[in-house]
């Protein structure tokens, strides 16, 4: 059924059944903020998962509404976020960690750039589609009023 809802909604689904896992085991996690009890208990969470309900996992992952677009908006607002917190006057980088950040934002940058001109060709055909869609609607009319016309 995860696999189901991975071919309808893309990662979004992931995502969303993730959110909903740690919904669920919020209280176990929450008892020690130590990386090693994290690491640990998602771990040992293969165990607890198959205690669960699928159709209540799936439900509860509904609950959180996710979308492409969503998605998308919060890997803008991540990078702006980084890119803001590095131009801060007091904000101080080593060079790998610098060259790391800038490597990962061209990387985001390329993969934006890409997105956006491919939403460009996409909305350049739809476009097209309803322009000639108008003018053979233009024609029909002009035809119907040349026949009524007649009449």
Request: glycine residues 2%; hydrophobic residues 45%.
């Amino acid at each position: 059924m995860i696999l189901d809802n991975f071919f309808l909604d893309d990662w979004v689904a992931v995502f969303r059944i993730s959110l909903a896992l740690l919904k669920k085991f919020k209280d176990d996690l929450m008892v020690s903020m130590d990386i090693a009890f994290v690491a640990q208990f998602f771990h040992s969470l293969k165990e607890k998962i198959e205690t669960i309900d699928i159709h209540e996992l799936l439900n509860d992952s509904l609950q959180f509404g996710l979308t492409i677009g969503g998605l998308k908006t919060l890997e803008h607002l991540y990078f702006i976020t980084q890119a803001q917190e590095r131009l801060a006057p007091d904000f101080k980088l080593d060079d790998a960690q610098e060259t790391h950040f800038v490597q990962s934002f061209k990387e985001y940058a390329k993969k934006t750039e890409v997105a956006i001109k491919r939403d460009i060709e996409s909305l350049k055909k739809k476009i097209l589609t309803v322009d000639n869609d108008l003018k053979k609607q233009s024609i029909i009319t002009s035809n119907n009023k040349k026949d009524f016309e007649s009449v």
